[in-house]
């Protein structure tokens, strides 16, 4: 299984064509790379599956919520899918974006709610040595490079230490590992496993915080 490149060449020219008209007149292309999309991350899961718990997919709609968007262009040129982890003890979430030139996988935690937010830099403001032993890791560093990306704060969050030694964590608004592929990688007949190993090397960050979000400083259990 794999996506094809009829399927990546509608969604250039939908980026070319996007309105209403020609995305009608090419209704029957956009439902054949649609299917190819959704067999694609079918697979995907069955990959996630052999060493993790999913609890839903969701494939997302190629039709934009344009009402509160200065960009009044219809469609999405891309297929996104994100797959969403079982239990209150499995935290993060794994999502995938095909897009002409701009395709990426990501996993981790994009904006947690502001208890968990707290809890993950009380636990970096007492040790990070988990943390960075992850993101030291050599799997971990074959497919992330080593880093955390997402929004930050410009200064320390309020009751912090701005001189703390890992103050470029505490300063994190969010957590989030992301790996961007080429056209010809998302071609590629490996692309799928690359996909479920790129996945695969998340499971310790994933394991680690879904610890810190289920315990309290003391590591006592809160579910």
């Not at 200065?70 to 040129?77: E, F, N």
């Not at 994100?82 to 003890?89: A, I, P, T, W």
């Not at 929004?151 to 957590?175: V, W």
């Amino acid at each position: 299984m794999q996506f094809e490149k009829s399927s990546l060449q509608y969604l250039i020219a939908l980026k070319k064509n996007n309105n209403r008209d020609w995305f009608a007149d090419t209704k029957p292309t956009f439902k054949k790379a649609q299917d190819n999309a959704k067999a694609m991350y079918a697979s995907i899961r069955e990959g996630l599956e052999n060493h993790d718990e999913i609890d839903k997919f969701k494939l997302f709609r190629i039709y934009r919520d344009v009402r509160f968007s200065k960009d009044k262009t219809p469609y999405k040129a891309h297929f996104a899918g994100s797959y969403s982890r079982l239990g209150k003890e499995l935290r993060g979430g794994y999502y995938l974006r095909i897009r002409p030139g701009e395709s990426f996988l990501a996993g981790g935690f994009w904006e947690p709610n502001k208890e968990d937010l707290l809890r993950i830099r009380k636990e970096i403001e007492q040790d990070a040595s988990e943390i960075r032993a992850i993101l030291k890791d050599d799997n971990y560093m074959k497919y992330f490079g080593g880093i955390f990306e997402g929004a930050e704060l410009k200064s320390a969050p309020r009751g912090f230490d701005k001189g703390h030694k890992d103050i470029d964590l505490l300063r994190k608004k969010g957590f989030i590992s992301v790996r961007n592929f080429s056209d010809a990688e998302v071609l590629a007949p490996n692309f799928l496993e690359e996909v479920t190993e790129s996945f695969k090397a998340l499971r310790p960050f994933f394991n680690l915080f879904s610890d810190v979000l289920t315990t309290d400083l003391n590591g006592e259990s809160l579910i």
